[in-house]
């Protein structure tokens, strides 16, 4: 089972789907990887 991540560029807001741990940078910063979320229900 493969992990999904995406990162979004706050500057130009590129996506970029990627899955396994990587780094990527976009308008020469480091984008920040976002686990995607599940359509589950919270559970508190
Ligand atoms: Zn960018």
Known sequence: MKKTNYFVCPSCTNIV???GDVTLSCCSRNLEALEAKKATTEEN
């Open 17 to 19: 789907l990627t899955t």
